[in-house]
């Protein structure tokens, strides 16, 4: 079974920048999509990027299109979330999964994946 740890957040103001880090154990995350999902306080957990398998396709959320950055380091078992120009609207708990099936496409749905880490709050005042 595949341990993920994410790593990276903090308090940051608007307009500032992070970058999240999603390392693997136990199993690698090569040859599986990727994704980065969020959970502000009181609501639902919500797809924010993810990666194929080979690095190819990245998808985003519209809410977050053109901001932040997904990429993977296979060689470093890591995949990475570069956010930039951040708003208070992007405080959440940041999670990364990887997905379920081998080789399969990275979806936005959380029932794609199956291995979860414990996730890494990001806080941005304004």
């Known amino acids: 079974q595949v341990h993920l740890v994410e790593s990276g957040g903090g308090l940051v103001q608007a307009g500032g920048s992070l970058r999240l880090s999603c390392g693997a154990s136990?199993?690698?995350?090569?040859?599986?999509?990727v994704g980065w999902f969020r959970q502000a306080p009181g609501k639902e957990r919500d797809f924010v990027a993810s990666i194929s398998w080979d690095g190819g396709i990245p998808y985003y959320a519209p809410s977050i299109k053109g901001r932040f950055s997904i990429s993977r380091a296979d060689a470093e078992n890591t995949v990475y979330l570069q956010m930039n120009n951040l708003t208070p609207e992007d405080t959440a708990i940041y999670y990364c999964?990887?997905?379920?099936?081998?080789?399969?496409?990275?979806?936005?749905?959380?029932?794609?994946?199956?291995?979860w880490g414990q996730g890494t709050q990001v806080t941005v005042s304004s």
């Open positions: 999964a990887r997905s379920g099936l081998r080789l399969g496409v990275p979806g936005p749905l959380v029932k794609e994946y199956d291995s």
């Open positions: 136990g199993r690698t995350l090569s040859n599986y999509a």
